[in-house]
C-alpha cells in the first residue's frame, strides 16, 4: 500500500462545482425570498383597503354623502406624503381626507408604504388612492397574475408587473 504524505487539496474542477452548486442555491432563495416579500406587501395592501373600505362605508351612512377629497392617499409613510406618482398626475396624503374619517377610527389603517414601479414609463404607485365620481379605492398589488382578491374588485394587469384593482362603493 503506497501512502502519500503529501496533504491533497480541491481540484480546479471540485472547486467549480461548488461554486455552481452554491449560486443555484442562492437564486433559489432569493426567488422565493422576493415571493414572500410581494406576497405580505399584497397582504398589507388588502387588509388596508378592507379597513378604509368600512371607514368610508360607515362616513357615507352618517353623513349621507363620500368624502369629497378626490386623489386622497389613504395610509400614511410615504415617501414624500406621496403615494402615487407619474404621467397622470401625483397624489398625496390628504389632511381634510384624514380629517373626515378621524371620528371613525382612532388611527389611520397601515398599506404597504414603498412606492414601486408599474412598469409604465416612470410611474410608481405605493399603497391606495380614493378617487370620487364615483367613488371608488384604487390599490395596486404586485404580480401579474392573481386577481383583485377583494371581493367585488375589479381590475387588470397594467403593464404587464402589476394589478390594477378598484373597489367601487355602491
Known amino acids: 500500500m503506497n ?3 503529501e496533504p491533497r487539496g480541491f481540484t480546479i474542477v471540485e472547486l467549480l462545482i461548488v461554486i455552481v452548486v452554491i ?3 442562492a437564486s433559489i432563495t432569493i426567488v422565493a ?7 405580505a406587501r399584497n397582504s398589507q395592501v388588502i387588509s388596508g383597503v378592507n379597513a378604509y373600505y368600512k371607514l368610508i362605508s360607515q362616513y357615507y351612512i352618517e353623513q349621507g354623502s363620500y368624502p369629497t377629497q378626490n386623489g386622497a392617499c389613504l395610509g400614511a ?3 414624500d406624503d406621496q403615494c402615487w406618482a407619474g404621467q397622470s398626475g401625483n397624489r398625496y396624503v390628504s389632511a381634510a381626507f ?3 374619517l378621524a371620528p371613525y377610527v382612532a388611527a389611520k389603517p397601515t398599506l404597504a408604504s414603498e412606492r414601486f414601479s408599474i412598469g409604465i414609463g416612470d410611474n410608481t404607485r405605493a399603497g391606495a388612492v380614493y378617487v370620487t365620481s364615483p367613488a371608488r379605492i384604487i390599490y395596486y398589488l404586485q404580480g401579474p397574475t ?9 381590475g387588470g394587469t397594467e403593464g404587464g408587473v402589476v394589478r390594477q384593482c378598484a373597489l367601487t362603493f355602491n
Open 98 to 100: 384624514d380629517a373626515a
Open 146 to 154: 392573481g386577481g383583485c382578491v377583494i371581493s367585488g374588485a375589479s
Open 77 to 79: 409613510n410615504y415617501p
Open 33 to 39: 425570498y422576493n415571493g414572500i416579500q410581494q406576497q
Open 23 to 25: 449560486a443555484i442555491l
Open 3 to 5: 501512502v502519500s504524505s
